[in-house]
């Protein structure tokens, strides 16, 4: 009777330890998700205003085609865009909500590049459970190139942003294919695919893990009984109508200018690419400092760990990374931002390697592996750790470097430019420039069709003399601003000359660097 009585008692005792001990690990985990959270939106406000363009010309591209949008202007009709339409559409309310200024459009960026940090929690968590999803955020909060791509007036970082949600919300779908939560997933996974890739093109990468996750489904589906597989197969029906709904509701609106947006989005790039064909000998010594990262060691480690552990999950990893290495490998010209897209891939293959521990069954039919695991475990941990606290470090460099570059000689001469470029023309008046930062800073605003006077574009004869002298001599346009040499391009050598014959000369900067006036 005593005996009975004791056992009672503990019982009780035991699961009452049990909860507090859950209760304590679901306000710690959770405490700890906030925590990041909150440290990641500090980390992208902090000196997001600085006035100085971060990529050198792309911000400048950017501001001046939100500019021309509160103008009234429409994309690939008055404006030239040479990006898929959601990034900037993305943007452009947070530019004008919170005062259509250079911060406010970099807060656009940040805004969704937070988004970024629910598709690492998600992709963590399935993969390596709670530690998985803290070491996910984790890399991505502090990986260097994605915090300064969360900062800049690009595409890049909210492109990366989705493709890591819709791959973590494709193996969210893959783990509860079916039911309410099945279709969900599967539609979410549909709409952020489509977000994704109009964002920027190089994410198409994504469709390749995601349709290695749907061929296994459809072999799982392939092996029930025949009067259950067409309800196995709605979810993923679900998805791809999603993702093709997603796809025409942001191309309906510019269904009028659509030969122009594919030229301008895909017949570009493909003729930038003949014309740069020279320089893809070059995309192996750029892509090599990305895999020469010990955040790509990490990513090695948890992949040989994953396969060891005969976590097949890896598998879509592999191939997403594979993948995305091809794409930057073929793309002409690479730039430095590009390489972001390398950052999910690694830090998934970082993150698997902590390991599932619900899923002992493989497991335990290898002593060996049983004993290693947890081992294994620690020392991607610590890999990840060790990564972490590198990248700080280069985070605060960069920092560093950002408030320099706000000071430097370059950053007063673009300011004094601006100075005087806002005192020699009205707020309705338009410049033509090659140096589309200064016109944002001096609040003028260039032509539509002439945001972007990059190199490429001019290059490739997507920008000829001809139309820029028709550009020039639209009665709008009172300036001219040469500053970045892109002007004096042979291409386009004649258009000096032009100038000087219909304006005159109001400021010389030296070294080419001049302001036109009518």
């Given at each position: ?136 955020m984790l890399l991505l909060i502090v990986n260097p190139i994605y915090l300064a791509e969360s900062q800049t007036l690009q595409a890049e970082a909210s492109s990366t942003a989705l493709s890591l949600l819709a791959v973590g919300l494709a193996y969210l779908w893959w783990k509860y294919p079916a039911g309410t939560r099945g279709f969900m997933y599967a539609a979410l996974t549909g709409i952020t695919i489509t977000l994704s890739i109009m964002c920027k093109l190089l994410s198409v990468s994504i469709i390749v893990p995601i349709a290695f ?199 007063r001469l673009e300011s004094k430019v601006a100075t005087d470029l806002r005192k020699a023309i009205s707020a309705d008046q338009l410049v033509v420039t090659d140096a589309q930062f200064i016109a944002g800073l001096a609040d003028r605003n260039t032509s539509p069709d002439l945001v972007d006077t990059s190199a490429v574009r ?61």
């Open positions: 009777m005593y005996a009975s009585t004791v056992t009672h008692d503990i019982a009780p005792e035991k699961t009452q330890r049990a909860q507090r001990y859950s209760n304590w690990q679901n306000l710690l985990f959770w405490g700890i998700v906030v925590a990041l959270v909150v440290v990641a939106i500090g980390m992208r406000l902090y000196h997001l205003g600085v006035p100085f363009d971060r990529d050198g010309y792309d911000e400048g591209v950017y501001w001046q085609t939100l500019r021309s949008m509160s103008a009234g202007s429409i994309l690939y009709k008055q404006i030239f865009y040479s990006q898929p339409p959601f990034f900037i559409l993305s943007t452009f309310p947070g530019y004008v909500l919170f005062g259509s200024s250079l911060w406010s459009a970099r807060l656009g960026i940040a805004l969704v590049s937070l988004l970024g940090l629910l598709g690492a929690f998600v992709l963590g968590k399935v993969l390596s459970e709670r530690l998985g999803a803290i070491a996910a996750l749907m061929a296994t489904r459809l072999w799982h589906i392939w092996q029930k009984q025949s009067g259950t597989r067409l309800s196995a197969l709605l979810p993923i029906l679900v998805g791809i109508v999603a993702c093709i709904l997603t796809f025409v509701v942001l191309i309906l609106p510019y269904a009028g200018s659509y030969q122009t947006l594919l030229q301008s989005v895909i017949t570009f790039h493909s003729t930038a690419a003949q014309v740069y064909s020279y320089s893809q000998q070059q995309n192996i010594a750029t892509i090599q400092s990305v895999l020469t990262s010990l955040l790509t060691l990490t990513a090695f480690f948890g992949m040989l760990a994953a396969l060891v552990r005969r976590d097949w999950r890896v598998l879509p990893l592999i191939a997403w990374f594979v993948a995305t290495l091809y794409l930057l490998w073929h793309q002409v010209p690479l730039f430095q931002h590009h390489l972001i897209a390398l950052t999910p891939p690694l830090i998934a293959l970082a993150v698997i390697g902590i390991g599932n521990h619900g899923l002992k069954s493989k497991e335990s039919s290898n002593n060996i592996l049983s004993k290693a695991n947890p081992y294994i475990t620690w020392i991607s941990i610590a890999l990840i750790l060790l990564t972490a606290v590198l990248n700080v470090q280069q985070d605060r460099v960069y920092y560093r470097t950002a408030v320099a570059s706000s000071t430097s000689g370059l950053t001019i290059t490739s004869h997507y920008l000829t003399l001809s139309q820029l002298e028709n550009a020039t001599s639209q009665p709008q346009v009172h300036a001219v601003l040469f500053f970045t040499g892109r002007f004096y391009l042979p291409d386009i050598a004649g258009y000096h000359s032009w100038v000087a014959q219909h304006f005159h000369l109001l400021r010389n900067y030296g070294a080419g660097r001049e302001l036109w006036i009518r």
